[in-house]
């Protein structure tokens, strides 16, 4: 008897709500084992829409958003 036979055998002993369980731990198992598209670097992404951030960009709006903030005399 194949283990996919002894498998399906011993499914169908159990409860409903065990079996659920069961597809739910089969289904988490075979996310494991399918291959993630490598990541993407968010510059990758926006390489087609022609956004272009400079490091000046990045710090204008660091000033911007921080720049305001009360600041505790040490």
């Not at 993407?40 to 400079?54: C, E, F, R, Y």
Request: proline share 4%; aromatic share 6%.
């Amino acid at each position: 008897m194949s283990i996919e036979q002894q498998v399906l055998e011993k499914l169908k002993l159990l409860p409903l709500e065990k079996q659920q369980e069961v597809l739910d731990f089969v289904e988490f198992l075979q996310q494991k084992v399918v291959r993630k598209h490598p990541r993407q670097s968010l510059k990758g992404l926006w390489a087609d829409l022609g956004v272009h951030i400079t490091e000046e960009d990045i710090a204008e709006v660091r000033c911007e958003m921080w720049g305001n903030l009360p600041r505790e005399d040490i």
